[in-house]
């Protein structure tokens, strides 16, 4: 799958690069905002949300605000997630605060987030709901991922988890991108459990991967107990691999089912493909 030459992912990463363009060239905080929005993201997020908005009958050049802000509070959370995991390698390249410091990085994140609000302003009080409920779920979700390691932590702390760290912006791109193309609450909810499903499956995906050593652009200090480190407590290593995998295809079955209910188009030809190459076509 070639995304890079998708319109929406041009119209994205256009976007991205517009955000320094206007910044002091001596400020220090263009510095580490440019090291952090060029760092080769896959966009994924922003793309389901403009995908959402043209499924459900808008223009995806009206949601490029909102796409970005999603990006941008993204991009906060991944700064704020390496000063928490002690995270020195990020895409491939230096984490901010590993270039930076700590203290800078940290003002970068904060930064990123004000910067996310005042472009998902316009979008309307639903919109604007669901990213901020995002942003709460997100950090709820990172504290219960720090402490993982340090008390009982079963299946249904990790899906809680990583349902509010992970799958929750997932969400609410795939809710926001559908209330910008002017869906109901009905239409809008599905789309948000569509983002939930493929949220929920491409961390699991994630975490098997550092399981397994087999991330090469991701390294931190900090460990968290994953879905594989928890059936390893009942289970042989291959099976704990074989039983994570089982979780990952049933989440994808779960979003792809919810995209057959609407009626077959580019946009939800390109959400089966997204879907697909951030989750299945990843696993080992």
């Given amino acids: ?3 890079e030459q998708w319109d929406e992912y041009k119209l994205i990463t256009s976007a991205m690069s517009g955000i320094t363009e206007t910044m002091d060239e001596s400020s ?6 440019s090291h952090v929005c060029n760092s080769g993201g896959k966009m994924i997020r922003p793309i389901i949300l403009m995908l959402s908005t043209d499924l459900c009958g808008g223009d995806p050049k009206d949601s490029v605000n909102a796409a970005l802000a999603i990006e941008l509070i993204h991009s906060a959370s991944l700064i704020h997630d390496d000063l928490l995991d002690g995270g020195v390698i990020r895409r491939g390249i230096p984490s901010a605060h590993e270039k930076f410091g700590h ?3 940290m003002l970068c994140g904060d930064f990123l987030i004000s910067k996310s609000i005042e ?3 316009p979008f309307g009080r639903n919109a604007i709901r669901d990213f901020g409920r995002a942003g709460m779920y997100m950090a709820e979700g990172e504290t219960i991922d720090v402490k993982s390691i340090t008390g009982k932590f079963e299946v249904n702390n990790y899906y809680e988890c990583i349902r509010k ?3 929750s912006l997932f969400a609410a791109s795939a809710s926001i991108g559908a209330y910008i193309g002017g869906a109901d609450n009905e239409v809008a909810s599905k789309c948000r459990l569509y983002g939930e499903h493929v949220g929920t ?4 995906v ?3 991967l550092e399981y397994l050593d087999a991330q090469d652009d991701k390294r931190s200090t900090h460990e968290s107990m994953t879905l594989p480190h928890i059936y390893l407590k009942q289970m042989s290593h291959e099976n704990a691999v074989k039983r994570s995998i089982t979780e990952v295809q049933k989440q994808v079955t779960y979003a792809n089912d919810i995209l057959k ?4 188009c580019s946009a939800t030809d390109k959400l089966l493909q997204i879907t697909n190459h951030i989750t299945i076509d990843m696993l080992p």
């Avoid at 220090?28 to 905002?33: A, D, E, G, P």
């Avoid at 499956?201 to 699991?204: T, W």
């Fill in 1 to 3: 799958m070639n995304i």
């Fill in 28 to 33: 220090q905080m263009k510095k580490m905002v």
């Fill in 103 to 105: 203290a800078a990085a």
């Fill in 119 to 121: 472009l998902i302003s």
């Fill in 165 to 167: 760290k992970t799958a």
């Fill in 201 to 204: 499956a491409y961390q699991i």
């Fill in 206 to 208: 994630d975490d098997l």
């Fill in 261 to 264: 209910t609407f009626d077959p």
